[in-house]
């Protein structure tokens, strides 16, 4: 099986460098991107599957570049994420084509059940 293609957008480096860790343990492969300028140059090299996205990011706002992503491809799965999290962000998120969002701080356990819906209803 191909490793699925990864992309994780998060301006906290923390956050950013253990969510690329537990995915990598997990056989994706990973890549990361601190803002949207990072975002475009990692996209340039290959376009990933999932992406994992935080809503507030230093250049754009995280909405706008969901709704970027999916003008670039539709079919590209993006799981939005967010410690700043209102019910009408979430719903928002979802309407404009996130496949689901999280809540930070996060359990692995709510990734891994996120990758799990991707797998059986994606892929």
């Known amino acids: 099986m191909n490793k699925r293609k990864v992309l994780v957008i998060d301006d906290e480096k923390g956050i950013r460098d253990l969510l690329c860790d537990f995915l990598d343990r997990r056989g994706y492969q990973v890549s990361s991107a601190a803002d949207a300028r990072e975002m475009i140059i990692q996209m340039n090299k290959e376009l990933p599957e999932i992406v994992f996205l935080d809503i507030r990011l230093?250049?754009?706002?995280?909405?706008?570049?969901?709704?970027?992503?999916?003008?670039?491809?539709?079919?590209?799965?993006?799981?939005?994420?967010?410690?700043?999290?209102?019910?009408?962000?979430?719903?928002?998120?979802?309407?404009?084509?996130?496949?689901?969002?999280?809540?930070?701080?996060?359990?692995?356990?709510?990734?891994?059940?996120?990758?799990?819906?991707?797998?059986?209803?994606r892929f």
């Open 58 to 121: 230093p250049d754009i706002d995280g909405l706008e570049l969901l709704k970027l992503i999916k003008q670039l491809d539709q079919e590209i799965i993006v799981i939005m994420m967010s410690a700043y999290a209102t019910e009408e962000i979430a719903r928002n998120s979802l309407q404009w084509g996130a496949f689901d969002y999280i809540r930070k701080p996060f359990e692995f356990e709510q990734v891994e059940r996120v990758l799990s819906a991707v797998e059986m209803t």
